[in-house]
């Protein structure tokens, strides 16, 4: 089992930019995609952005897709969500998640383990 754990959430600016993180610990994620999803209040869980385990490939939402940026660095056991020109609609709890296997998936039952969330608020 893989616990994580987010950071990097709180409020900033329309325009601005703001970066996630998620430290995995327990057994190691190398041979895992990894993933990002949100959930803004009222709404249900969605997906934002997955990379597989090499780093090498990458997917995103159409919402965030030319803003948003995944990363991971397989030595530390951390994945990043790089979050540039956020927008009120970006407001919501930010999850990451740990795929079932090395490819992408972009929904919730290609994710196995799953973080506590960290709020994200866009707000002038």
């Known amino acids: 089992q893989v616990q994580l754990v987010e950071s990097g959430g709180g409020l900033v600016q329309p325009g601005g930019s703001l970066r996630l993180s998620c430290a995995a610990s327990g057994r190691t994620f190398s041979r895992s995609a990894m993933g990002w999803f949100r959930q803004a209040p009222g709404k249900k869980r969605e997906f934002v952005a997955a990379?597989?385990?090499?780093?090498?490939?990458?997917f995103y939402a159409d919402s965030v897709k030319g803003r948003f940026t995944i990363s991971r660095d397989n030595a530390e056991n951390t994945v990043y969500l790089q979050m540039n020109t956020p927008k009120p609609e970006d407001t919501a709890v930010y999850y990451c998640?740990?795929?079932?296997?090395?490819?992408?998936?972009?929904?919730?039952?290609?994710?196995?383990?799953w973080g506590q969330g960290t709020q994200v608020t866009v707000s002038s």
């Open positions: 998640a740990v795929g079932r296997g090395p490819l992408i998936a972009i929904t919730e039952s290609g994710f196995g383990s």
């Open positions: 990379i597989g385990w090499t780093g090498g490939s990458t």
